[in-house]
């Protein structure tokens, strides 16, 4: 049985193409990356615009990760099968010129390139990088995207808290939903702060996982430590015992998925 499964799979695989893509955009007028009834995603309006490029044939993005509402991406991956007969009507050069063409200004298709029958956007990455940004005095032009600090920022204490959550952790005490079916267990390869030249702080860290609203609370919590709100000593104490924190979520307006890697 598992034998003819197999060579199923396999034949399909022979008559498809599975193409991955690198997108940019803009989420400010998204209600996230994934689809959804009645709202304007990302993936929605890709995957109509590729419809229209592929005269009807229905089309299903994989997304690398599920961006929340008002989320921007500088490199979110995805990737789609389609009939190999289908897309040489069509070609890489002209798809991707023709999807730039169709969707929003706000999405742009970087990359568009042929991947292996078992790249998958999701399950494939080893790792994902988030940034976000947040500055201690106001911003004109870059208002919509830096959150402005309303307290005093210690860049040390800052620098502290990001060594405590690298590594291998529970994130259960920073999680809106207390019941994940995969667990609250995350890898944290790097995390660190650093201030710019224009005065711009940047909260950059990179997992092999990230539960839901998991980058908004950490950067919550350290905005807390490094304004003397919460002492480090408290926060590790109850970060380590998977205790409940006072979580403050951050809003998503300054949050990027920047690196998806594989």
Request: proline share 2%.
């Amino acid at each position: 049985m598992f034998n003819a499964l197999n060579k199923a799979a396999k034949k399909n695989d022979d008559n498809t193409v599975n193409l991955k893509l690198v997108i940019e955009y803009d989420g400010k007028n998204y209600s996230g990356w994934q689809r959804q009834n009645k709202q304007k995603s990302v993936q929605q309006t890709i995957e109509d615009a590729l419809q229209v490029i592929f005269r009807g044939e229905k089309i299903t993005l994989n997304g690398s990760g599920r961006t929340d509402a008002g989320v921007h991406a500088y490199a979110q991956c995805a990737n789609f099968k389609i009939d190999k007969h289908v897309f040489q009507s069509v070609g890489l050069k002209r798809l991707k010129v023709s999807l730039n063409a169709l969707v929003p200004s706000d999405i742009v298709i970087h990359e568009i390139k042929k991947a292996p029958p078992g790249f998958h956007a999701r399950f494939s990455a080893k790792k994902r990088e988030y940034i976000y940004r947040f500055s201690q005095r106001p911003k004109a032009i870059e208002r919509d995207t830096v959150y402005l600090l309303k307290d005093s920022f210690d860049i040390n204490t800052a620098k502290e808290f990001c060594t405590i959550i690298t590594g291998n952790h529970s994130f259960r005490s920073l999680c809106k939903n207390k019941e994940d079916d995969h667990g609250f267990r995350s890898i944290v390869y790097k995390a660190e702060v650093k201030k710019k030249k224009n005065g711009i702080i940047e909260f950059r860290i990179s997992a092999n996982r990230f539960l839901h609203s998991m980058v908004r609370a950490l950067a919550g919590a350290m905005i807390k430590t490094a304004a003397g709100k919460v002492s480090l000593a408290e926060f590790t104490k109850n970060f380590k015992k998977g205790d409940e924190i006072k979580i403050q979520y951050v809003p998503s307006n300054a949050l990027f998925l920047s690196k998806v890697t594989y």
